[in-house]
């Protein structure tokens, strides 16, 4: 039984190795040329103008929940469309109910004024 997972367990082992080994090599190998922008926080060319805690607009919360939406419509969509013979009417109405959900976050995003920016 557990010869079955000595694949997966070199297989993890050489994954580990080689992302080690790989960082190594980069930090022996690559140059080393320090400067005072190089050190700073910022490499922007600049100090820190203000602080970065500061709360993010609420448009921002809302594109991101417009990506998910968008992100989960084609994650459904696209194995729902392989087996959609099989499915008959109860995958049909289930993938309905689905993106009529996702239309009514749309509608919120939408009304909400996420998709315009000033």
């Known amino acids: ?7 997966i367990l070199i297989f993890i082992v050489l994954g580990g190795l080689l ?3 790989a960082q190594l090599i980069g930090y022996f ?3 080393k040329r320090p400067d005072s922008a190089k050190n700073s926080p910022y490499e922007c060319g ?3 103008f203000d602080d970065a805690r500061l709360p ?5 919360y809302l594109v991101a929940i417009l990506f998910i939406i968008f992100d989960l419509e084609t994650a459904f969509l696209v194995p729902w469309a392989v087996v959609f013979r ?9 993938m309905g109910i ?5 239309v009514i976050g749309f509608i919120y995003e939408w009304k909400k004024g996420a998709l315009e920016w000033e």
């Open 86 to 94: 099989q499915l008959g009417w109860f995958g049909v109405t289930a």
């Open 46 to 48: 600049f100090p820190a």
């Open 19 to 21: 992302g080690v080994v």
């Open 1 to 7: 039984m557990l010869e079955s997972y000595l694949p």
């Open 29 to 31: 190998l690559g140059p």
């Open 56 to 60: 993010f607009d609420v448009r921002f």
């Open 98 to 102: 689905f993106l009529g959900l996702l």
